[in-house]
């Protein structure tokens, strides 16, 4: 099946500085990317993804970018602010009839964002 | 729509005894996960329906683990007897694959119930 690695573990930055999280992926057959945020006691909310089709894709201060060929995906937060400080997850998935539906996720990066 | 609706929000019992967790997905989404979160193991799937058949159970740790999903409308997860490394946040998420005839594979997911077993 497949396996999605993420790094780093934690990551700490100056409010106003950028962020950025990386993460791999073995199954060549996974088309989508989501990208999760979990603040402190809530629960995993999606905030950006992308599909295959395309290489990059913005939100405001958050992008995400493809690498098909190297079968990675980053986030990457500008401006970051304190209320950026959560864990996110990046997950896989793939069309795949007997997997459909299902996400692989990351271990998940702890963002602390200092002001 | 309320959205993923989880109880209970905590669960405190003891060792040995019977634990129920419950789960309401998103009206009309067709697909249900559990998840286990963990500091030690991250976020773990358990278990997933599709359309009310579980499609995949590798993810249970053992037998005193059971869920069910009765209808598209209400599934559970039991532990039976409970240990306490079972503590641990459980969530539920829902999604639904096709949206007029293209994928959305977007979760949800419940605000979670933290389980501690003592």
């Known amino acids: 099946g497949e396996n999605v690695e993420q790094h780093p573990s934690t990551l700490s930055v100056q409010e106003g500085d950028s962020a950025v999280i990386k993460c791999t992926y073995s199954?060549?057959?996974?088309?989508?990317f989501p990208w999760y945020k979990q603040e402190l006691g809530k629960r995993p909310q999606l905030i950006i993804d992308i599909r295959s089709n395309v290489g990059e894709k913005k939100d405001q201060r958050i992008a995400v970018t493809l690498n098909k060929t190297a079968k990675h995906f980053s986030l990457h937060i500008t401006e970051t602010q304190p209320e950026d400080s959560a864990v996110y997850f990046c997950?896989?998935?793939?069309?795949?009839?007997?997997?459909?539906?299902?996400?692989?996720f990351g271990r998940g990066t702890q963002l602390t964002v200092w002001p | 729509d309320a959205g993923v609706i989880q109880s209970p929000r905590h669960e405190v019992t003891e060792m040995g005894q019977e634990v129920t967790l419950r789960c309401k997905p998103i009206?009309?989404?067709?697909?249900l996960f559990w998840y286990r979160q963990t500091m030690m193991r991250g976020l773990e799937l358990l278990i997933y329906f599709n359309n009310n058949v579980p499609i995949d159970d590798s993810g249970m740790p053992e037998d005193r683990f059971s869920a069910k999903m009765p209808n598209a409308s209400f599934s559970t997860l039991k532990i039976q007897p409970s240990e306490p490394r079972d503590s641990a946040v459980y969530f539920c998420?829902?999604?639904?694959?096709?949206?007029?005839?293209?994928?959305?594979?977007?979760?949800?997911f419940g605000p979670g119930t933290r389980l501690t077993v003592l």
């Open positions: 009206s009309g989404h067709d697909y």
């Open positions: 998420a829902s999604s639904l694959a096709r949206l007029a005839g293209e994928r959305t594979d977007t979760q949800y």
């Open positions: 199954d060549s057959a996974s088309n989508y």
């Open positions: 997950a896989a998935s793939s069309d795949r009839g007997s997997t459909l539906g299902r996400l692989y």
